[in-house]
């Protein structure tokens, strides 16, 4: 679509079949379904819990910061949330691009680059809650 | 158009002339009426995307309390502040709007909940539900404090 101002004309010289199996989703859109919909059922209890956690460490000290991560059941609470979140924000950031970058390449670039900082700060979420409970 | 990827992007208007389909965002702009339909569904988009900033605010957070008494000290330090209390608004207020939405969502997807009136009455109550849980939560986190 070069002239995106001209009258559209279909001029494609392939059988119907053809046209047909070229425009499958050939991807992984169930998947992406399907990830977002079980993330999003994980972060209902998760991010009540995460709600409540920060109001049990409003104004707290180092020390009980830690205090309340060694707590075995709330480091595998926050584990849970960091997973269920940073997954959760990967689809739904995926499918805000998809809609909104129309140029391939900057498609592609912006998409790993925005993936890239969601491993990294998922990775350093989690080190640090492991960090803190260990 | 000599490509077969583009033949979904062409389609026909009601006097049967070939058009081309417009692309996202056209909902915003002339075509289409604010409503509260759109409105309840760009604000969970606006919101999602304002929790995934939020959520480097959470990184740090967690990496400055393993970090050490001094990074810590200084990001409670920042979000006890004026700044912070605003931004921390924000992010609750999101929160709660794109997990009362969420669930609104859900229930689409079980088949529930497509009739207007029913779509309009559950937005509404969204936006209520929204409202009571933020003032419940600064109510309790501000008594707290």
Redesign the interface.
Known sequence: ?ND?NA??????R?SQL??AR??GAAKSGLHHWWAQ?VT??A??PL?LYF?LSV?ML???S?TQ??GYMAEPWNAVLFLCLIAA??YH?AL??QT?IE??V?TDATRLVTMLAVKGLIVF?AL??A???L??AL | ??????????GRNTQG????RP???FMIGSAYKPQLSSMTSIFH?IT??A??LG??L??LW??C??A??GA??II?AVL?SWIGLIILFGF?VA?FYH?CN??R??SW?AGKGFELPDMHKSGRVVFAATLALTVI?WA??LY??
């Not at chain 2, 158009?1 to 062409?10: C, G, I, Q, T």
């Not at chain 2, 002339?17 to 081309?20: A, F, S, W």
């Open positions: 679509m995106s009258d559209p004309i279909i001029d494609i392939r053809g046209r070229g425009l919909r999003a059922i972060l209902l991010s709600v109001l409003e104004g707290a180092r910061m830690m979140l940073f924000l739904g950031l805000v809609d909104y129309h700060c350093a979420s080190v640090s809650v960090k803190l | 158009m000599k490509d077969v990827r583009e033949a979904l992007m062409v002339k070939l058009v081309r692309i996202s965002p988009r999602g995307v929790l995934g959520t480097i959470l990184t967690l990496v309390a393993a050490g008494d810590f000290s409670q006890a609750t929160l997990f969420g669930i969502h859900l997807d939560f309790i986190g707290i404090w």
